[in-house]
């Protein structure tokens, strides 16, 4: 190895990172179309040569974003757990789910071929959220707050029947309502 691929990346550099990812997250949230990578680094508040230096392409942004929003989501399961009750932590892990979902949505062009030309493992990205969503499942289950009966990938296939009715931006209040009816049915008679 040489010395500058031992060396840690300025903390400027990784601030920028962080705040490209942020931003990104974001407009790809509330966007109905992929902002442009000019509108990103504007909101970012750093050049359009500082977001290539950080994601060469299109592709290496919505990658990187994506990739963040899974980890969130998975390591967002434990968190939550560690603070709150299963079924407390199943419903606010909920809430995660549906941010990630809405992120899609002002990215899902890229996504959608990164998927398709095998850039990004969906199988691998859905095991991980199967089992996220088992973490909570089995700690509701001991805890007797939450059915033992229901396997993850049915709370799955709801949280995306819920969020496709009622997608975000817009639809909060009904998602919110269509998912307080999914948590009464996890919950033991």
Known sequence: MTEGELRAPRADASRNRDQLLAVATRMFGSADAEPSMRAIAREAGVGIATLYRHFPTRESLVDAVYRDQVGRLTAGARELLGRL???????????????????????????????????????????????????????????????????????????????????????????GRLLNLLMDGLRPA
């Open 85 to 175: 009750p299963p079924a407390a932590a199943m419903r606010r892990w909920m809430d995660l789910f549906g941010d990630w979902i809405a992120t899609k949505n002002g990215m899902l062009d890229t996504l959608l071929t990164m998927i398709e030309s095998g850039e990004i493992a969906h199988a691998r990205t859905r095991a991980e959220l199967l089992a996220a969503i088992t973490t909570i499942l089995d700690a509701g289950r001991v805890a007797g707050d939450l059915r033992s009966d229901v396997p993850a990938d049915d709370i799955a296939a709801a949280l995306i029947g819920i969020f496709t009715v009622a997608p975000r931006p817009g639809h909060e209040a009904m998602a």
